[in-house]
């Protein structure tokens, strides 16, 4: 009778060990999904596309197919808004830097040869245009993970407005000299009084961008990865596309936009 109480102790017991085994076997899907209140950072990098048409003001020169770089830091705050998705704000600091450029031939007239001769002759210039801009903006966004995993796509909006803008635009001679079929040799230079010219180089305009729309409005969407550290950090690299749905510039005739693709490192504390 002893045995038996003992065999049937044990049994219970073990059953009893079973079953709490069973309830905490995997405790990570409920604690991931639980998502507290969060406060963290973000650092990113990336590319930057121009669309539309840029148009100095200085000599109504058109740009087009610029390319560059950009760099941004925000803060966030997120929180859980139902099952599997979290929403959130961003406040952020971006910094744009784009450059562009054309060659064209231009018809120089009255150009003196070796004799002595004057001849009108097409030289080849390059146009330069360097923009910059740094813009301050807010990113309210939605994050959804699905199939039980830690992936998630994110969509959200970018409303910002343009603290600064600066933009350079040069105009390079290609070539010094070419040679008639005569054999004369006709030279060829910019105007070395002009204090706007250096060497082979001549600034056409240095200064902000005229007539910059100072509110910025575009969408983003993206992917990423979240891992957890320890019992209070989260992290995990995202890439975003962020595309305008607004001009940079409202001059006549100019549908200057900049698409920018990038990779940014997040980090975020559980504030709960």
């Known amino acids: 009778m002893f045995q038996r109480l003992v065999f049937c102790t044990l049994l219970i017991a073990s059953f009893m060990q079973m079953e709490a085994q069973t309830v905490v076997s995997d405790p990570r899907k409920s604690s991931f999904w639980t998502k507290p209140k969060q406060l963290g950072f973000s650092l990113g990098f990336g590319g930057i596309m121009q669309t539309g048409t840029l148009i100095t003001d200085a000599c109504d020169c058109s740009f087009e197919q610029g390319g560059g770089m950009s760099s941004a ?116 230079t910019l105007d070395s009084s002009d204090p706007r010219v250096n060497g082979n180089v001549a600034m056409i305009q240095s200064g902000e961008l005229t007539q910059a729309n100072s509110l910025f409005l575009g969408g983003h969407v993206g992917l990423g990865v979240e891992f957890k550290a320890g019992k209070r950090m989260i992290f995990g690299p995202t890439m975003l596309y962020i595309i305008p749905f607004t001009g940079l510039s409202s001059y006549p005739g100019s549908d200057f936009s900049l698409n920018n693709l990038q990779v940014a490192a997040e980090v975020r504390i559980v504030l709960d």
Do not use: C
């Open 73 to 188: 830091f925000g803060i966030t705050f997120e929180n859980e808004l139902m099952s599997h998705v979290v929403w959130g704000i961003a406040g952020e600091y971006r910094y744009v830097s784009m450059d562009s450029r054309y060659q064209e031939l231009e018809l120089l007239k009255d150009q003196q040869t070796s004799s002595g001769a004057l001849v009108s002759m097409e030289v080849p210039f390059r146009h330069n245009a360097a923009f910059t801009t740094s813009m301050i903006g807010f990113l309210p966004y939605i994050k959804v993970f699905p199939f039980d995993t830690r992936l998630f796509t994110r969509l959200g909006l970018n409303i910002g407005y343009l603290a600064s803008t600066s933009l350079v635009h040069t105009k390079e001679l290609l070539q010094n000299s070419a040679v008639l079929p005569t054999g004369e040799t006709v030279e060829f």
